[in-house]
């Protein structure tokens, strides 16, 4: 109690077995220490129990007890294979343990981790209906791990309907604390489609922009694609099943152009055209956030932000893991 530095609830503790055995009374000793009287129960037991022990740690506590394998499968299978009966979607930790009533939120959160279940995440996934999809696939992907020698292999794309969109109130900039804030209310300056083609050698991109994506415009982009190419060297060109890839136009093209070879994703598997990758980072460094003032400012920063990238283009690093765990229109309802 005379220590200068201490732990001031061990000094209080003290003052209440010293006070106790001065013979002070309950009601003294409350009115001295502002406690009550378990505090004054549980200290002296412990003193009388422990000796100076017990002041320091009377209950020292327990390493959390592990999950029995019955309990994490009783968890595991409610979680799994039911859903709550509020109606809602999916488990929550606390849904799950008033459910089964005598198991602890925090216990359920370790099963879940142990186990990797995570209810509250969604992914999203797209089924291809196309019976070549193995050997389109296969054909897609062979261009990417090994290319034929001395031939460019280009993604190509279009992004539709880009709006050109300003906003009609200020925009509050980013500062320590607040992030940047846009104007809920915007407005409609037009809209933009973005021809892409993606060098899956080099990184490179060679974009166009166009008011309307139709055949012609594909056919006016694919001349710009053989252009930046020597003239007697193929071109393998992947693209996905859009209508406007397929015209007349198309196969006049092809059939003047001999070293052009087009190869069509399967349906529904815009995940196999890496320039859909590229796509997603010109939504998420450009077209976001962005502000346009009009349709020419938005293709004038379109434009800006593929010169930047050719600076230093580096192409994407394909990974052709185990096909059967492809996801297809008659898989069971538990897919790995």
Known sequence: MRKRYGNAALARRARCVLLWVDGERRVDIRAKLACNDGFISR????????????LVSLHPGRAPKRPVAKLEARVLERTLKH?????????????????????????????WRKHGVRPHRID??????????????????????????????????????????????????????????????YRRNGTLSLFAALNTATGEVLGKTAARHTSEQFVGFLEDVVASQTSRREIHVICDNVSSHKTDLVQEFLSKHRRVHIHYTPTYSSWLNQVENWFARIQRDVISRGVFTSVKD??????????????????????????TRRITADSSDSVD
């Open 83 to 111: 859903t709550p009966k509020d109606g809602s979607t999916h488990w929550s930790s606390r849904k799950l343990a008033a459910e089964l009533g005598d198991v602890s939120f925090s216990t359920i959160q370790r099963i």
């Open 298 to 323: 938005l293709d004038k920063k379109l434009m800006r932000y593929i010169r930047q990238y050719n600076k230093d283009p580096k192409p994407l690093k394909w990974i052709y893991a185990d096909p």
């Open 43 to 54: 200290w002296i037991s412990a003193y009388e129990a422990q000796g100076l022990a017990g």
């Open 124 to 185: 999203t996934h797209m089924v291809s209906n196309d019976p070549d999809f193995e050997a389109k696939a296969a054909d897609v992907i062979g261009l990417y791990l090994n290319p034929p020698t001395h031939a460019a292999v280009f993604c190509v794309d279009e992004k539709t309907a880009i709006q050109a969109l300003d906003r009609k109130d200020r925009m509050l900039p980013l500062s320590p604390g607040r992030a940047e804030s846009h104007g809920f209310e």
